[in-house]
């Protein structure tokens, strides 16, 4: 906490996502001066909620996955324990579509021997990983070479591929093993297997007490951890349609922005860049102008689209029993996945009916994303059909586009760290976080504005 008889540091935090959320929340906590410069009319970034005649639409991230120690203390912090609902006993089941069926993936050993969906030469090669020794690779990998060295093809195909078009919407022939999943990256580097690697670390968190990570949301959707934080912002702290144009130093730091119709300028003691890459690209640092993060508007950023469709029960003949189905590209098919929304969290249809959300586009089929809502609900439903038995229109839908979605950490991406790492060390006072730096997961970037607003209280009392 600052000290009674100096003034009130004053700080700017750029972008009104996650990120920037958090770290304006504590740094208000820690008795921080918070401006928030959001461009567009609202907080949460990709994290969105709608309710509509009793259906809980998420228009971007779906769940949480709670094994952040810090994203938990938050919740409690925030005092939205109360509002909190874990995923269900069924979500547990994942299913991967192999030849036109729905296959759960094996969860266990027992299962593993039992599975349709890998062979059993596929079978015995995940036992043989287990005789893999470390390795310190010199060079980065793809993400596909490297499971693929692993485990074989088949893992790439039907186990990597759909996996990866889950979280990030991407190309495991292009993403960066060491930086889009640097989990394992380390475990290949301490114990050589995966799955070696993978006990090791269930065994390390039960012995540190920490329960396993759980799947959560809240009662009313993500949007409700993004609007307890704002709420918990002094009056006057948010600045909404502020295109902030450029920041210089000179005695303090000096904020030029736009609020539409007029040029602003605000002076702060230090400021927290928490924009997607593309933002970052453009922002003016310095009196002459200069864009030293311009390299990361070659991020790749795929388009991603959702469709929210609800039907009555008797609708679906499959029983969606589990968090959803995931489509390898070797499949052939339009869609990337289908969560089962209404059998992952209670409140997400109405009586007697269910909830589907379906997503498109990502690297694999970026063409898909862009088309009008009326051609992709064609393409869907005959998928939908074939893989759930989903017959006749749904009673309700809702399409959800993102132009430009999940920042891809593929092969190269660490040129745009040293940028990011670059930019900080020549302006002190400026720090940077985000999915562009920190992880693409909701609990990445809150992770990532904690850590900042810690950095900054840390070298501030050090001056």
Known sequence: MPQSNRTPRTVAVIGGGITGLSAAYR?????????????????????????????????????????????????????????????SSSAKKRFIVRRGMLQPLPMSPPALFTTRLFSVGMRLRIFGELLQKPRQRSEDVSLEQFIREHFGQEAVDYGLNPFVSGIYAGAPALLSAKYAFPKLWEIERQHGSIIKGMIASAKERKAAGLPKPRIVSFRKGLQTLADTLASHLPPGAIRFGARVERIERNERWNVRWNNGQA??????DAIVLALPAEALATIEIGSIGRHPLALLKDVAHPPVTSLFLGYRRNQI?????????????????NELGILFSSSLFPGRAPEGHVALTVMVGGMRQPELARLPAEKLLEIARKDLRELIGAEGDPVFQRMTSWPAAIPQYDLGHARFLEAIDACEKANPGLLIGGNARDGIAVPNCIVSGLRLAKALEQTSESR
Request: glycine letters at 16%; hydrophobic letters at 35%.
């Open 27 to 87: 740094l208000s906590s820690q008795g921080w001066v918070v401006r928030l410069y959001e461009q567009s009319g609202r907080l949460g970034g990709s994290i969105r909620t709608e309710i509509a005649g009793g259906w809980l639409i998420e228009c971007g991230p779906n769940s949480l996955l709670e094994g952040e120690p810090a994203l938990s203390e938050l919740i409690r912090e925030l005092g939205l324990e109360s509002e909190l609902v874990a995923g």
């Open 263 to 268: 040029g602003q300028c605000d002076d702060v």
């Open 317 to 333: 003949k499959h029983p969606l029993d589990g968090f959803g189905a995931l489509i390898p590209a070797v499949e052939r098919r």
